[in-house]
Structures are given as structure tokens and as C-alpha cells.
Antibody
Framework: EVQLLESGGGLVQPGDSLRLSCTAS????????MTWVRQPPGKGLEWVSA????????YYADSVKGRFTISRDNSKNTMYLQLNSLRAEDGALYYC????????????????WGQGTLVTVSS | DIVMTQTPLSLSVTPGQPASISCKSS???????????LYWYLQKPGQSPQLLIY???NRFSGVPDRFSGSGSGTDFTLKISRVEAEDVGVYYC?????????FGQGTKVEIK
């Protein structure tokens, strides 16, 4: 059974940094791309970032480019999202999702999702 | 960015009756490889989203056959042939032909 467990969320001030983790089990981690999607409280879904199975290709939403960094450690079955220069509008539930590997257009197939970790940005 | 527009934004359905959700994209989702990169997700109350349909019309593993997807180019539809109580939640379409991937606003389905 695929399991994805996000961690690292919390309450931070504007301008602060945070590192989110997504630990995977139940599948061969390195053979899947991975994605972060966020959802502000009471609102819809926003794609944030994705990374290929090898970690060699990364992709970002314009709203986070230059501030967030996605990475993965296949030896630890873990993906990360480093969040820097946080803003109030970054506050959301951050989901990680197992993603179909292949050409980048395959990365819309988010086959399994974690339960999310909540990031709150407030002074 | 490609804008994904869903209609209606909310839907109240009698159990056993059909339901239909539309998703329109601001650009064609047909890729040069011949595939169309349009997905449907369902977020049940209090749960994480789950994949229902990939590449317009392919049901994901375990998805009941009362769910079907259709469409081409810029116009897509998710249909539920006979709505059941467990189908309540918010349905989202997603495109992955052009970065950044974009979701529709979501359509909330409730039972009458």
C-alpha cells in the first residue's frame, strides 16, 4: 500500500523559512516523480512544484519560483520542499503526491496523495 | 498560464440521478504526442484529493465505472451516471500540457 507522510509544517512569521518533508513507502520511490500541491484553508488546489524520479528535473509555479526549492533523497525515500521568504499567501495545507514518471506532461497524473502538512504564515 | 474554468461551481443531485461537470481550458490540451493531458480529481470531505480520470477518459485503478470522462481540445466533461452518497465532495480538473499545471476552481457536489 502506498503511503505518503508529510511533516515539517508549522506557524512562522513572514520572511521565515521552513522545510517540508514527504516520506514515502509501499512503492519503488525512485521510479516515480513527485509533486507538491497546496490548498489554502477553504480554497482550491494549487500546483506548487514537481521533481523527476532521479531528481534531475525540477519544476515550479511562478508564485514560488526563486523562493522554494524541491529536492529528493532516493536513499531515504523522502522528498523535500524548502520554503524561504515566506509570505502570508503561502499559508496552506501542503500535500505531496506520487506522480507518474515520464515526459513532463505525464506529471499531471497524481496517483496517490498524503494527508498534508499545514503551513501558517502570520506575524 | 492556462486557465481552467469549471461549471457549475456547485451541484445538488438526487441519489441515483446523473450528474455532469464541465471543464473548459483557455488553450488546447492536445499534445503533439497525440494525447490530451486533462485529469479529474475528487476531494471528499476531510480527505486528500484522489485521482479519478487521467488523459480525458481513462478511469484510474479502483474508480467505479459510473464515472466517465469525455471531451477534446478545450472542452471536457466528467459524468457520473448514477450519483451515490459517497460521491459527495469537490471535483477538480487539471491540465498538464503547459507548465505551470493549473486546476479548475472546483465543483462542489452534494446530495439532495
Amino acid at each position: 500500500e502506498v503511503q505518503l507522510l508529510e511533516s515539517g509544517g508549522g506557524l512562522v512569521q513572514p520572511g521565515d523559512s521552513l522545510r517540508l518533508s514527504c516520506t514515502a513507502s509501499g512503492f519503488t520511490f525512485r521510479t516515480y516523480a513527485m509533486t507538491w500541491v497546496r490548498q489554502p484553508p477553504g480554497k482550491g488546489l494549487e500546483w506548487v512544484s514537481a521533481i523527476s524520479g532521479s531528481g534531475g528535473n525540477t519544476y515550479y509555479a511562478d508564485s514560488v519560483k526563486g523562493r522554494f526549492t524541491i529536492s529528493r533523497d532516493n536513499s531515504k525515500n523522502t522528498m523535500y520542499l524548502q520554503l524561504n521568504s515566506l509570505r502570508a499567501e503561502d499559508g496552506a495545507l501542503y500535500y505531496c503526491a506520487q506522480t507518474q514518471e515520464g515526459p513532463v506532461q505525464y506529471f499531471g497524473r497524481l496517483t496517490s496523495w498524503g494527508q498534508g502538512t499545514l503551513v501558517t504564515v502570520s506575524s | 498560464d492556462i486557465v481552467m474554468t469549471q461549471t457549475p461551481l456547485s451541484l445538488s443531485v438526487t441519489p441515483g440521478q446523473p450528474a455532469s461537470i464541465s471543464c473548459k481550458s483557455s488553450q488546447s490540451l492536445l499534445h503533439s504526442d497525440g494525447k490530451t493531458y486533462l485529469y479529474w480529481y475528487l476531494q471528499k470531505p476531510g480527505q486528500s484529493p484522489q485521482l479519478l480520470i487521467y488523459e480525458v477518459s481513462n478511469r484510474f485503478s479502483g474508480v467505479p465505472d459510473r464515472f466517465s470522462g469525455s471531451g477534446s481540445g478545450t472542452d471536457f466533461t466528467l459524468k457520473i451516471s448514477r450519483v451515490e452518497a459517497e460521491d459527495v465532495g469537490v471535483y477538480y480538473c487539471l491540465q498538464s500540457i503547459q507548465l505551470p499545471w493549473t486546476f479548475g476552481q472546483g465543483t462542489k457536489v452534494e446530495i439532495k
